[in-house]
């Protein structure tokens, strides 16, 4: 079961912000990650969450 986060990403090409679902991850540190991609340009966008 993958824990996803929808919501607010800010994409660096298209210099906005932008609505999305991606999967969240746990880096080596713990720090909780989620990872989408732009809906519009396509880039990869990533967002870090707090540990709770």
């Known amino acids: ?5 929808k919501g607010s990403f800010y994409c660096v090409k298209c210099k906005d912000h932008r609505d999305a679902e991606g999967k969240i991850e746990v880096n080596a ?12 340009c396509g880039t990869n966008l990533t967002r870090f969450l707090p540990k709770a």
Do not use: H, S
């Not at 079961?1 to 986060?5: I, K, N, P, V």
């Open 1 to 5: 079961m993958a824990d996803t986060y």
């Open 29 to 40: 540190k713990g720090t909780r990650i989620a990872k989408a991609k732009c809906p519009v």
